[in-house]
Protein backbone atom coordinates (compact mmCIF):
# COMPACT_ATOMS: atom_id res chain seq x y z
CA UNK A 1 0.00 0.00 0.00
CA UNK A 2 0.95 3.89 -0.40
CA UNK A 3 3.36 4.99 2.42
CA UNK A 4 4.05 8.75 3.15
CA UNK A 5 6.76 9.78 5.70
CA UNK A 6 7.21 12.76 6.41
CA UNK A 7 9.85 14.14 8.63
CA UNK A 8 12.33 17.48 9.56
CA UNK A 9 9.73 19.84 11.56
CA UNK A 10 11.01 21.19 14.71
CA UNK A 11 10.76 24.33 16.96
CA UNK A 12 12.73 27.36 15.13
CA UNK A 13 13.02 31.08 15.41
CA UNK A 14 11.22 33.63 12.99
CA UNK A 15 14.19 33.94 10.33
CA UNK A 16 15.54 30.34 10.82
CA UNK A 17 15.15 27.49 8.06
CA UNK A 18 13.93 23.95 7.92
CA UNK A 19 13.95 21.42 5.91
CA UNK A 20 10.77 18.92 5.60
CA UNK A 21 11.13 15.55 3.89
CA UNK A 22 8.92 13.01 2.56
CA UNK A 23 9.40 9.84 1.40
CA UNK A 24 7.50 7.49 -0.10
CA UNK A 25 6.41 4.00 -1.23
CA UNK A 26 3.78 2.08 -3.14
CA UNK A 27 3.62 3.84 -5.78
CA UNK A 28 5.42 4.85 -9.25
CA UNK A 29 6.95 8.33 -7.40
CA UNK A 30 8.80 9.48 -10.72
CA UNK A 31 4.94 9.76 -12.26
CA UNK A 32 3.48 11.22 -9.44
CA UNK A 33 2.28 14.38 -8.75
CA UNK A 34 3.31 15.25 -5.22
CA UNK A 35 2.75 18.16 -2.82
CA UNK A 36 3.49 20.01 0.78
CA UNK A 37 0.05 21.43 2.65
CA UNK A 38 -0.17 22.72 6.33
CA UNK A 39 -3.10 23.05 8.63
CA UNK A 40 -2.62 25.72 11.43
CA UNK A 41 -5.04 25.38 14.58
CA UNK A 42 -8.56 26.80 13.92
CA UNK A 43 -8.12 27.10 10.24
CA UNK A 44 -8.25 24.93 7.14
CA UNK A 45 -5.71 23.08 5.54
CA UNK A 46 -4.39 24.68 2.59
CA UNK A 47 -1.75 23.95 -0.22
CA UNK A 48 2.21 25.38 0.53
CA UNK A 49 3.22 23.86 -2.72
CA UNK A 50 3.45 21.42 -5.55
CA UNK A 51 5.33 20.18 -8.03
CA UNK A 52 4.56 17.61 -10.90
CA UNK A 53 6.37 14.91 -12.24
CA UNK A 54 7.90 16.96 -15.05
CA UNK A 55 9.18 18.99 -12.22
CA UNK A 56 6.29 22.40 -12.99
CA UNK A 57 5.96 24.09 -9.70
CA UNK A 58 3.23 26.03 -7.84
CA UNK A 59 3.62 27.95 -4.67
CA UNK A 60 1.14 29.71 -2.41
CA UNK A 61 1.45 33.65 -2.16
CA UNK A 62 2.32 33.37 1.20
CA UNK A 63 5.28 31.14 0.63
CA UNK A 64 6.58 32.69 -2.39
CA UNK A 65 10.71 33.52 -2.33
CA UNK A 66 11.33 31.77 1.25
CA UNK A 67 9.92 28.31 0.39
CA UNK A 68 11.57 25.75 -2.36
CA UNK A 69 9.82 22.63 -3.15
CA UNK A 70 11.46 19.55 -5.28
CA UNK A 71 11.99 16.13 -5.56
CA UNK A 72 14.54 13.43 -6.28
CA UNK A 73 12.91 10.59 -7.64
CA UNK A 74 16.46 8.11 -7.51
CA UNK A 75 15.22 8.69 -3.53
CA UNK A 76 11.54 8.47 -3.61
CA UNK A 77 12.10 11.76 -1.50
CA UNK A 78 9.80 15.11 -1.71
CA UNK A 79 11.32 18.28 -0.28
CA UNK A 80 10.54 21.10 1.07
CA UNK A 81 13.27 23.65 1.94
CA UNK A 82 11.86 26.80 4.10
CA UNK A 83 13.90 29.66 4.34
CA UNK A 84 13.07 32.91 6.63
CA UNK A 85 9.87 31.48 8.25
CA UNK A 86 7.53 33.51 10.14
CA UNK A 87 5.69 32.67 13.67
CA UNK A 88 2.45 32.37 10.71
CA UNK A 89 4.13 29.77 9.34
CA UNK A 90 3.65 27.49 12.21
CA UNK A 91 1.14 24.52 11.77
CA UNK A 92 1.64 20.78 10.83
CA UNK A 93 2.97 19.99 7.25
CA UNK A 94 1.29 17.43 5.49
CA UNK A 95 2.69 15.61 1.82
CA UNK A 96 0.51 14.17 -0.13
CA UNK A 97 0.42 12.18 -3.88
CA UNK A 98 -1.51 12.93 -6.70
CA UNK A 99 -1.97 9.16 -8.29
CA UNK A 100 -4.39 7.81 -10.99
CA UNK A 101 -7.13 10.12 -9.47
CA UNK A 102 -6.14 9.01 -5.70
CA UNK A 103 -5.05 11.22 -3.28
CA UNK A 104 -2.74 9.42 -0.34
CA UNK A 105 -1.67 11.66 2.97
CA UNK A 106 1.60 11.35 4.98
CA UNK A 107 0.74 11.73 8.83
CA UNK A 108 2.56 15.59 9.07
CA UNK A 109 5.11 17.22 10.35
CA UNK A 110 4.97 19.97 12.97
CA UNK A 111 6.85 22.96 11.95
CA UNK A 112 6.66 25.80 15.40
CA UNK A 113 8.22 29.30 14.29
CA UNK A 114 8.72 31.60 17.69
CA UNK A 115 8.75 35.48 17.37
Known amino acids: QVQLVASGGGLVQAGGSLRLSCTAS????????MGWYRQAPGKMRELVAEITSGGNTNYAESVKGRFTISRDNAKNTLYLQMNSLKPEDTAVYYC?????????WGQGTQVTVSS
Open 26 to 33: GLTFSSTA
Open 96 to 104: KADQLRVSY
